[in-house]
């Protein structure tokens, strides 16, 4: 119950495209649900999060979706560049768990 | 503002030693966790520490423990090494709590256990 589960485990995209990545959690005790890049050699940094009290939030090229019913949320990454080349973690946490649960990660590539 | 920073980036190990890794967080954050990272089981939780209390532990053996000091700096430790133990090990630092907001992580300390 507490797995996020995590895919694609790779996605390529074109320079200019939208990169898609989906995760869907089981535990309705969660209330965080942050979204990480990591780039070759260093740690994971902050992206975008979003709570359920709403179901989309953006941050420049970046955008949550968030479907509370569903259990799932995204990141979509409108016009894609090279440079976010990265791998990609979704989490998920509850406050009273103090600590987050990670998905598997998605290694996305953005062709030039 | 200095990030997180751990030491040492990088180390070699054999079976059956131990080690101790350091992570001096954020000027201010009072949280710190510690997060392994291996290809096969991704990021995984190992414990928080909070005004030098352990408040949370994940699923790993009583051979992974840790501390912190009253300046938030924390340690953590992994007796009689295995080959399994080698990977890159996170350390996170929060104002708050660990799971009620934004971790900011190192660039951890990559262990290689031979």
């Known amino acids: 119950q507490q797995q996020v589960k995590q895919s694609p485990q790779s996605l390529i995209v074109q320079k200019g495209g939208i990169s898609i990545i989906n995760c869907a959690y089981e535990?309705?005790?969660?209330?965080?649900f942050p979204w990480y890049q990591q780039f070759p050699g260093k740690g994971p940094a902050l992206l975008i999060a979003?709570?359920?009290?709403?179901s989309e939030k953006k941050e420049g090229r970046f955008t949550i979706s968030f479907n509370k019913s569903a259990k799932q949320f995204s990141l979509h990454i409108m016009d894609s560049q090279p440079g976010d080349s990265a791998t990609y973690f979704c989490?998920?946490?509850?406050?009273?768990?103090?600590?987050?649960?990670f998905g598997s990660g998605t290694q996305l590539t953005v062709l030039p | 503002k200095a990030g997180v920073t751990q030491t040492p980036r990088y180390l070699i190990k054999t079976r059956g030693q131990q080690v101790t890794l350091s992570c001096s967080p954020i000027?201010?954050?009072?949280?710190v966790s510690w997060y392994q990272q291996t290809p096969g089981q991704g990021l995984q939780f190992l414990f928080e520490?909070?005004?030098?209390?352990?408040?949370n532990k994940g699923n790993f053996p009583g051979r992974f423990s840790g501390r912190q000091f009253s300046n938030s700096r924390s340690e953590m430790n992994v007796s009689t090494l295995e080959l399994g133990d080698s990977a890159l090990y996170l350390c996170?630092?929060?104002?708050?709590?660990?799971?009620?907001?934004?971790?900011?992580f190192g660039e951890g300390s990559r262990l290689t256990v031979l």
């Open positions: 996170a630092s929060s104002l708050n709590p660990s799971g009620a907001g934004e971790l900011f």
């Open positions: 535990n309705t005790a969660f209330d965080y």
């Open positions: 979003i709570r359920p009290d709403v």
């Open positions: 989490a998920a946490s509850a406050r009273s768990a103090r600590q987050l649960t």
């Open positions: 000027s201010g954050h009072r949280s």
């Open positions: 520490y909070f005004s030098e209390t352990q408040r």
